[in-house]
């Protein structure tokens, strides 16, 4: 959760600066355009003016001319009076010339008013232009910029403040989605506790049977003591999964046989499988979870087998580090949940827990800084799990 909440930080603080680093260059141009298309207005009434004796006529023509705009213009006479504007919400047909020339019966008028005061925000803004008849000043230009420059301006900090919103979101789905997954993780985890310790359960409550009925023999006493072995080998393996690891020097050949020796008993009877190893490869590490790691890569392998089903071990040394390659010739994992079967709870059995290759991961990658992946897999061909893992090399 940390790491998405710093990515999302992240994200939103390069939107931030990528729009400012667009929206500023694009601004500069509007204004610059404004700037430019003012003073040409200016020159461009100055002209009217020049060429018109009619007062009257001038006035139509400049009100004409400022109309066509897209930003707040105002154009006063030489006395700074107001007698033409556009983009300003006051009509700019609402008064006559001569009665903009009377100032004093206008005093009263609210959008007279409201004309004037922005007058007083573009004179803030800009200098204004001067309308000049030859040499003589006979009014001026105030402007302004368009209203959608400010939205522009601000475009930055409202990326900013909907990705902060967004950030806010995406955490809150982030929590129900990871409190989603960690309960199903954890019913299946609780579902594959209560599978692990049917087997031996069931088998010790068969044996018990026996001896209420006197039937007392050496096997019955060797299977029930593996049994109540294999009981406590599940719950050691689930207490020190979410525990601390306990590390010793394993020999991983030796680790593998006995397992093997094991699982036939267990659920490989009748199953070819080879181990061929070199001996005197040590690992440091928690031997029961690795035991439990292997165990699952090799249930996996059994579960995929079809008629004629076979799993081969390879145990070598490569560099520093012994490399395990658990190869079975079974239906295999399709391409497009490959990359799955490590990282979520995950099982293709209809009555599967669902987090046996997750152990795996989290057993050598977590807690042996190891790495285990699917190598290859072509159906009913070979499919190769490669674990690695650092090698001990002081024996």
């Known amino acids: 959760m940390k790491s998405v909440g710093y990515r999302i930080l992240v994200l939103a603080a390069l939107l931030f600066l990528s729009s400012l680093a667009v929206t500023f260059p694009i601004l500069q141009g509007i204004e610059r355009g404004v700037d430019a298309e003012s003073r040409t207005i200016a020159l461009l009434v100055s002209s009217v003016i020049s060429h018109s004796g009619n007062r009257e006529g001038t006035f139509e023509e400049v009100k004409e001319i400022l109309g066509e705009l897209n930003f707040p213009v105002v154009m006063t006479n030489e006395m700074g009076l107001p007698i033409a504007w556009a983009s300003i919400d006051v009509p700019a047909s609402k008064y006559t010339l001569t009665m903009l020339y009377r100032p004093d019966l206008l005093k009263d008028d609210p959008d007279y008013l409201k004309l004037i005061s922005w007058m007083g925000k573009l004179g803030e803004e800009h200098d204004p232009h001067e309308i000049k008849r030859g040499d003589e000043i006979v009014g001026y230009i105030y402007y302004g910029y368009p209203r959608y420059t400010s939205l522009v301006r ?163 040394k490569q560099g520093r580090e012994v490399v395990v390659l658990v190869k079975d010739n079974g239906k295999g994992i399709d391409k497009n949940i490959r990359k799955k079967v490590f990282k979520e709870s995950f099982s293709t059995k209809k009555h599967g827990w669902g987090i046996g290759l997750l152990l795996v991961r989290r057993i050598v990658e977590e807690f042996h800084n190891g790495k285990v992946r699917i190598l290859k897999s072509e159906p009913f061909v070979e499919t190769v799990f490669e674990v690695r893992l650092n090698e001990k090399s002081n024996h």
């Not at 029961?288 to 799993?311: C, D, H, M, R, V």
């Open 154 to 316: 601000y475009l930055p900090f409202l990326i900013l403040v909907l990705s902060f919103f967004a950030f806010l979101i995406l955490i809150q789905a982030g929590r129900v989605i990871h409190t989603y997954e960690v309960e199903t993780i954890w019913a299946n985890f609780a579902r594959g506790l209560a599978h692990q310790m049917g087997t031996p359960v069931s088998a010790l409550m068969g044996w018990l049977e026996f001896l209420k009925s006197g039937q007392v023999s050496e096997d019955v006493v060797n299977a029930m003591e593996r049994d109540i072995k294999r009981l406590g080998s599940i719950l050691q393996r689930f207490s020190r999964v979410g525990g601390e690891v306990r590390k010793e020097d394993v020999e991983i050949c030796g680790l593998i046989k006995d397992l093997i020796s094991d699982l036939r008993l267990r659920f490989l009877k009748g199953i070819y499988v080879d181990v061929k190893c070199e001996d005197n490869l040590y690992v440091e590490g928690d031997k029961e979870l690795l035991t439990w790691a292997f165990e699952n890569l090799i249930k996996n392998s059994y579960e995929a087998l079809g008629p004629n089903g076979q799993i081969l071990i390879e145990i070598q």
